[in-house]
Antibody, heavy 120, light 112 residues
């Protein structure tokens, strides 16, 4: 079945970087854009950006420009999201989500989420 | 502050119907038929319930329906069931230069 499996929880100090992985299975990885969304504790969803696994092209929310890098490794059907210069307000659950309808940005399959805690 | 406005909470009794609104602008909800709705149970990932305003993915009960009028989209759940108790988020494509997708702040649905 179509599945996205993310890496485990991380605890980081302010100023550090974190890299979250998202392994796809059950479909052609390069056929669908991958988006990243985060959710701070008790808060709503926040869109971070996307990567086109086929070309490697990316587009980031302006809020994260300069701090986020999305990459992929097609040989292992895995997408990555790296966030640098972490702050306490980056503490959140980070999700990857497959987009089945690119123009409408329909996120039909989600990873289980990766909790990132930023604390000194 | 979220880009799309949703009520913080709604409630209903089993068997009743409820509607959750999602208000945006002509740059997002009003300008495109690209509104989606997601259900999220505590500690779980969001689940797609409605896409492109009113389409249901396979496996989503037909008790869930979506619509749009002007800058406001709506999610209606009829025949409420206990398992419908969850948070619901709307999202929309946006023509903003700073991001592609905007989400609502979420609505907590309580089944009484």
């Amino acid at each position: 079945q179509v599945q996205l499996v993310q890496s485990g929880a991380e605890v980081k100090k302010p100023g550090a970087s974190v890299k979250v992985s998202c392994k796809a299975s059950g479909y052609t990885f390069t056929g669908y854009y991958m988006h990243w969304v985060r959710q701070a504790p008790g808060q709503g969803l926040e869109w971070m950006g996307w990567i086109n696994p086929n070309s490697g092209g990316t587009n980031y929310a302006q809020k994260f420009q300069g701090r986020v890098t999305m990459t992929r490794d097609t040989s292992i059907s895995t997408a990555y999201m790296e966030l640098s210069r972490l702050r306490s307000d980056d503490t959140a659950v980070y999700y990857c989500a497959r987009v089945v309808v690119p123009a409408a940005i329909v996120m039909d399959v989600w990873g289980q989420g990766t909790t990132v805690t930023v604390s000194s | 502050q979220s880009a799309l406005t949703q009520p913080a909470s709604v409630s209903g009794s089993p068997g009743q119907s409820i509607t959750i609104s999602c208000t945006g602008t002509s740059s997002d909800v009003g300008g495109y038929n690209y509104v989606s709705w997601y259900q999220q149970h505590p500690g779980k990932a969001p689940k797609l319930m409605i896409y492109e305003v009113s389409n249901r993915p396979s496996g989503v009960p037909d008790r869930f329906s979506g619509s749009k009028s002007g800058n406001t989209a709506s999610l209606t759940i009829s025949g409420l069931q206990a398992e419908d108790e969850a948070d619901y988020y709307c999202s929309s494509y946006t023509s903003s230069s700073t991001l592609d997708v905007v989400f609502g702040g979420g609505t907590k649905l309580t089944v009484l």
